[in-house]
Protein backbone atom coordinates (compact mmCIF):
# COMPACT_ATOMS: atom_id res chain seq x y z
CA UNK A 1 0.00 0.00 0.00
CA UNK A 2 1.47 3.10 -1.00
CA UNK A 3 0.88 6.79 0.46
CA UNK A 4 0.02 9.65 -1.26
CA UNK A 5 2.77 11.97 0.61
CA UNK A 6 4.53 12.63 3.74
CA UNK A 7 2.18 14.42 6.05
CA UNK A 8 3.55 17.90 6.20
CA UNK A 9 5.61 19.79 9.08
CA UNK A 10 6.40 16.16 10.17
CA UNK A 11 9.71 14.22 8.82
CA UNK A 12 9.51 10.14 9.40
CA UNK A 13 13.66 10.19 8.94
CA UNK A 14 13.78 13.13 11.45
CA UNK A 15 11.83 11.64 13.88
CA UNK A 16 13.83 8.05 13.58
CA UNK A 17 17.02 10.07 13.71
CA UNK A 18 15.52 11.81 17.16
CA UNK A 19 14.70 8.37 18.38
CA UNK A 20 17.86 6.78 17.43
CA UNK A 21 20.11 9.44 19.56
CA UNK A 22 18.08 9.36 22.27
CA UNK A 23 18.17 5.34 22.13
CA UNK A 24 21.78 6.17 22.21
CA UNK A 25 22.28 8.38 25.00
CA UNK A 26 20.01 5.78 26.99
CA UNK A 27 21.28 2.22 26.03
CA UNK A 28 24.73 3.93 27.18
CA UNK A 29 23.86 5.01 30.16
CA UNK A 30 22.05 1.48 31.07
CA UNK A 31 25.39 -0.09 29.79
CA UNK A 32 27.89 2.55 31.77
CA UNK A 33 29.43 -0.39 34.14
CA UNK A 34 30.73 -1.99 30.74
CA UNK A 35 32.86 1.70 29.47
CA UNK A 36 32.40 0.39 25.74
CA UNK A 37 31.19 3.06 23.16
CA UNK A 38 28.05 3.10 21.09
CA UNK A 39 30.14 1.63 18.34
CA UNK A 40 31.87 -1.36 20.40
CA UNK A 41 28.26 -1.74 21.85
CA UNK A 42 26.73 -1.98 18.50
CA UNK A 43 29.53 -4.34 16.82
CA UNK A 44 29.38 -7.07 20.35
CA UNK A 45 25.22 -6.83 20.03
CA UNK A 46 26.11 -8.11 16.37
CA UNK A 47 27.96 -11.00 17.18
CA UNK A 48 25.77 -11.48 20.18
CA UNK A 49 23.88 -14.99 18.27
CA UNK A 50 27.90 -16.44 18.81
CA UNK A 51 28.19 -16.33 14.62
CA UNK A 52 31.32 -15.45 13.72
CA UNK A 53 31.62 -12.69 10.94
CA UNK A 54 33.87 -11.24 8.33
CA UNK A 55 34.94 -7.97 8.93
CA UNK A 56 32.98 -6.92 5.80
CA UNK A 57 29.94 -8.49 7.16
CA UNK A 58 30.02 -6.86 10.67
CA UNK A 59 30.71 -3.59 8.55
CA UNK A 60 27.44 -4.32 6.58
CA UNK A 61 25.65 -5.40 9.66
CA UNK A 62 26.69 -2.31 12.26
CA UNK A 63 26.66 0.19 9.27
CA UNK A 64 30.65 0.70 8.86
CA UNK A 65 33.08 0.72 6.52
CA UNK A 66 35.71 -1.87 7.41
CA UNK A 67 38.22 0.58 7.56
CA UNK A 68 36.07 2.48 10.03
CA UNK A 69 35.57 -0.84 12.35
CA UNK A 70 39.00 -1.34 12.16
CA UNK A 71 39.52 0.73 15.24
CA UNK A 72 36.30 -0.72 17.13
CA UNK A 73 37.76 -4.40 16.71
CA UNK A 74 41.28 -2.79 17.77
CA UNK A 75 39.63 -1.84 21.19
CA UNK A 76 37.62 -4.83 21.80
CA UNK A 77 40.37 -7.06 20.88
CA UNK A 78 42.65 -5.29 23.59
CA UNK A 79 40.13 -5.47 26.14
CA UNK A 80 39.79 -9.15 25.08
CA UNK A 81 36.22 -9.14 24.30
CA UNK A 82 36.82 -10.35 20.42
CA UNK A 83 39.40 -12.54 18.51
CA UNK A 84 40.54 -12.16 15.41
CA UNK A 85 41.55 -15.12 12.97
CA UNK A 86 41.40 -16.12 9.34
CA UNK A 87 38.50 -18.12 7.87
CA UNK A 88 38.86 -21.99 7.06
CA UNK A 89 39.13 -22.07 3.79
CA UNK A 90 40.14 -18.17 2.81
CA UNK A 91 43.24 -16.99 4.78
CA UNK A 92 42.57 -13.95 3.11
CA UNK A 93 39.58 -12.94 5.17
CA UNK A 94 39.57 -12.43 8.57
CA UNK A 95 36.98 -13.58 10.92
CA UNK A 96 35.67 -11.95 14.05
CA UNK A 97 34.20 -14.09 16.94
CA UNK A 98 33.26 -13.25 20.69
CA UNK A 99 35.59 -14.48 23.40
CA UNK A 100 34.04 -15.91 26.71
CA UNK A 101 34.07 -12.09 28.22
CA UNK A 102 32.56 -10.92 24.89
CA UNK A 103 30.10 -13.36 25.38
CA UNK A 104 29.06 -11.83 28.58
CA UNK A 105 29.41 -8.56 27.73
CA UNK A 106 27.18 -9.02 24.47
CA UNK A 107 24.35 -11.17 26.63
CA UNK A 108 24.32 -8.25 29.14
CA UNK A 109 23.86 -5.70 25.61
CA UNK A 110 21.08 -7.66 24.89
CA UNK A 111 19.28 -7.88 27.33
CA UNK A 112 19.58 -4.31 28.03
CA UNK A 113 18.29 -3.81 24.65
CA UNK A 114 14.98 -6.22 25.22
CA UNK A 115 14.34 -4.58 28.18
CA UNK A 116 14.76 -0.86 26.59
CA UNK A 117 12.02 -2.12 23.42
CA UNK A 118 10.02 -3.69 25.65
CA UNK A 119 9.53 -0.36 27.98
CA UNK A 120 9.25 2.13 25.03
CA UNK A 121 6.46 -0.50 23.15
CA UNK A 122 4.75 -1.53 26.60
CA UNK A 123 1.17 -0.37 26.21
CA UNK A 124 1.04 0.26 22.50
CA UNK A 125 -0.89 -1.58 20.12
CA UNK A 126 -0.39 -4.35 18.50
CA UNK A 127 -1.05 -3.17 14.97
CA UNK A 128 1.34 0.03 16.02
CA UNK A 129 3.98 -2.16 16.45
CA UNK A 130 3.46 -4.45 13.31
CA UNK A 131 3.26 -1.01 11.68
CA UNK A 132 6.43 0.65 13.48
CA UNK A 133 8.60 -2.84 11.76
CA UNK A 134 6.91 -2.59 8.81
CA UNK A 135 8.21 1.32 8.06
CA UNK A 136 11.50 0.26 9.86
CA UNK A 137 11.78 -2.97 6.75
CA UNK A 138 10.75 -0.27 4.22
CA UNK A 139 13.67 2.23 5.09
CA UNK A 140 15.93 -0.66 4.99
CA UNK A 141 14.97 -1.99 1.77
CA UNK A 142 14.96 1.23 0.23
CA UNK A 143 18.63 1.77 1.50
CA UNK A 144 19.70 -1.25 -0.12
Do not use: C, W
Not at 1 to 15: D, F, W, Y
Not at 110 to 123: F, I, S
Request: proline share 2%.
Amino acid sequence: MKTESVPSGRSALLALQRATHATLQLIATELVDLDLTASEINALANLADGQGRTVSQLGAAVGARPTTLTSVLDRLERRGHITRGTRAGDRRSVLVELTDTGRAAAAVITQTLADVENRALDGLPAEAVTGFYAVLDALVEEGS
